[in-house]
């Protein structure tokens, strides 16, 4: 099995600050099957990023992934408010596994 | 528009059995691998389970390994999933998530809104 190993746990962040969130495999994912989900209390996931880079269906260009092998970093160029949120990434070309979670929050 | 509709959850006795559904509808639900994602209360996201577009291929986490049995009816474009056996850490909400397209590998674009299951005596 695949472990993911997010940091940090938390991440405290003013609006128009960068966020750099940080994902790492204990082994290669393999053809960088590597997605980032975002979850705000109350609602479901939602994919922001698969293939470690590529930006799902309506999200916005401030979102961008990247890494390959077993690193992998997704980054907000400029906090919204509504970034804050819970931040998944997730394996999925070796069976399926999360990370668990970096929490976005505002400082 | 895609929809997924999870339902079934509620509150059962450890040791007790439960089976959830989740109806889909907008897509061509026999060509999408289907899953299943639990998340504890204040916890983060657990894959559970998988099934293939047509039903041949299954796979589970270990921790429901041999509890838990994931299938589904494309005549009805629904999946379910059998849970036998279950114990207090299983309480989670369950999201159905749609995945794979075919035989190709593919991320968790649409997902349920959940549906609670409380295992307490």
């Known amino acids: 099995e695949i472990v993911l190993t997010q940091s940090p746990g938390t991440l405290s962040l003013s609006p128009g600050e960068r966020a750099t969130l940080s994902c790492r495999a204990s082994?290669?994912?393999?053809?960088?099957?590597l997605a980032w989900y975002q979850q705000k209390p109350g609602q479901a996931p939602r994919l922001l990023i698969y293939?470690?880079?590529k930006r799902a269906t309506g999200i916005p260009d401030r979102f961008s992934g990247s890494g390959s092998g077993t690193d992998f970093t997704l980054t907000i160029s400029r906090l919204e408010p509504e970034d804050f949120a819970v931040y998944y990434c997730?394996?999925?070309?070796?069976?399926?596994?999360f990370g668990q979670g970096t929490k976005v929050d505002i400082k | 528009q895609v929809q997924l509709v999870e339902s079934g959850g509620g509150v059962v006795q450890p040791g007790r059995s439960l089976r959830l559904s989740c109806a889909a509808s907008?897509?061509?639900?026999?060509?999408?691998?289907m899953n299943w994602v639990r998340q504890a209360p204040g916890k983060g996201l657990e894959w559970v389970a998988v099934?293939?577009?047509?039903?041949?291929?299954?796979d589970y986490a270990d921790s429901v390994k041999g509890r838990f049995t994931i299938s589904r009816d494309n005549s009805k474009d629904t999946v379910y999933l059998q849970m036998n056996s279950l114990r207090g850490e299983d309480t989670a909400v369950y999201y159905c998530?749609?995945?794979?397209?075919?035989?190709?590998?593919?991320?968790?674009?649409?997902w349920g809104q959940g549906t609670l299951v409380t295992v307490s005596s």
């Open positions: 998530a749609r995945g794979d397209r075919g035989s190709y590998f593919w991320p968790f674009d649409y």
């Open positions: 907008g897509f061509t639900f026999s060509s999408y691998g």
């Open positions: 099934i293939s577009y047509d039903g041949s291929n299954k």
């Open positions: 082994q290669s994912v393999s053809s960088n099957y």
């Open positions: 293939a470690a880079s």
């Open positions: 997730q394996q999925y070309g070796s069976s399926r596994t």
